[in-house]
């Protein structure tokens, strides 16, 4: 059972624009929505997270929103740049994440100058 | 180095044989994880430790990989009598072991069965 759904596959976006990916969760005891970005040859690396107590949470150009009714969350990417291109993984948990993330297929985003 | 470092980077093996990977998480991280990352299956959870013990290895793709950390530091992923579908990015993570602590990656180990 696929747990996690990660949509969009790929993204092409112009410099400036908004960036969009989301993720669906079947697991009602997730408790904590982190997004991860991975550059090539690196491993992945925290972005931002979430926890449900809140619908949304900014830091900079990057947003999650959350919306627990419908097992969503999204990222957004303001102002997109070619440094963000980049791809992007959903990894909700239960429990915080202590005992392993399980992540989304992953959207590899390029930002077109 | 202050992050997570993993050994060797790059692997060329034959089908059959075994192999080692190496993990020297952050310093003073308790737990440690390994991960798989393939085109085919994406990034898996493999295992985690807290401390030298390990509480899941419910990811472990099969009986031929396992995994072992002394000293509450350095890890190692053994792949026995390898394939060629355990060609993978195997990534290793490490945090201070309470929940909603983030987890740090180092750089991956590329493994090429031929």
């Known amino acids: 059972q696929q747990q996690v759904k990660q949509s969009p596959q790929s993204l092409i976006v112009q410099k400036g624009g908004i960036s969009i990916i989301n993720c669906a969760y079947e697991?009602?005891?997730?408790?904590?929505f982190p997004w991860y970005q991975q550059f090539p040859g690196k491993g992945p690396a925290l972005l931002i997270a979430?926890?449900?107590?809140?619908s949304e949470k900014k830091e900079g150009r990057f947003t999650i929103s959350f919306n627990k009714s419908a097992k969503q969350f999204s990222l957004h990417i303001m102002d997109s740049q070619p440094g963000d291109s980049a791809t992007y993984f959903c990894?909700?948990?239960?429990?915080?994440?202590?005992?392993?993330?399980?992540f989304g297929k992953g959207t590899h985003l390029i930002i077109q100058p | 180095g202050a992050g997570v470092s993993q050994s060797p980077s790059n692997k060329v093996t034959e089908k059959g044989k075994d192999v080692e990977l190496r993990c020297d998480p952050i310093?003073?991280?308790?737990?440690l994880y390994w991960y798989r990352q393939s085109l085919g299956q994406g990034l898996e959870f493999l295992i985690y430790?807290?401390?030298?013990?390990?509480?899941?290895k419910s990811g472990l793709p099969s009986d031929r990989f396992s995994a072992e950390r002394t000293g509450g530091s350095v890890s190692t992923l053994t792949i026995q009598r390898t394939q060629q579908e355990d060609s993978a990015v195997y990534l290793c993570?490490?945090?201070?072991?309470?929940?909603?602590?983030?987890?740090?990656f180092g750089p991956g180990t590329r493994l090429t069965v031929l």
């Open positions: 993570a490490s945090s201070l072991g309470d929940s909603y602590n983030e987890q740090f």
């Open positions: 697991n009602t005891a997730f408790d904590y």
């Open positions: 979430i926890r449900p107590d809140v």
């Open positions: 990894a909700p948990v239960s429990g915080g994440g202590a005992d392993g993330l399980t």
């Open positions: 310093s003073g991280h308790t737990a």
């Open positions: 430790f807290q401390g030298n013990s390990a509480p899941d």
